[in-house]
């Protein structure tokens, strides 16, 4: 178990993606930063960290028999920085045509 929180504000870090090395699961963090591995065999296993906006991190932890692990984690921001995006957009126009088809029954003319 743990909590991901960023390293300047000391704010928790939401939706985080947490893993180890050598095991198929990651879990992300709640809205509290707060993160829950169970099942972890006893040994010694590279904790990885990912969000974005945040440089990644890695850490080694050891996990013991029967003690649970507790990790505290904090991320250091570091923007993404984009190309810039153009968005373009057509419209294709239409000419309408005024037909006797286009009247309704009983309306009167002008």
Do not use: C, K, W
Not at 42 to 50: A, F, P, T
């Amino acid at each position: 178990m743990g909590q991901v929180r960023d390293a300047r504000t000391e704010d928790p870090v939401a939706a985080a993606a947490v893993s180890l090395a050598g095991r198929p699961e990651t879990v992300q963090t709640n809205r509290r930063g707060r993160f829950i591995m169970s099942g972890v065999p006893v040994g010694v296993y590279e904790l990885s960290v990912r969000h974005l906006g945040y440089a990644p991190l890695s850490h080694p932890i050891s996990v013991s028999l029967g003690i649970t692990t507790d990790v505290e984690v904090g991320l250091v921001p570091d923007p993404v920085e984009m190309e810039p995006l153009v968005a373009t957009a057509t419209r294709v126009r239409r000419r309408f045509r005024r037909s006797s088809a286009d009247t309704l029954p009983g309306a009167a003319s002008l």
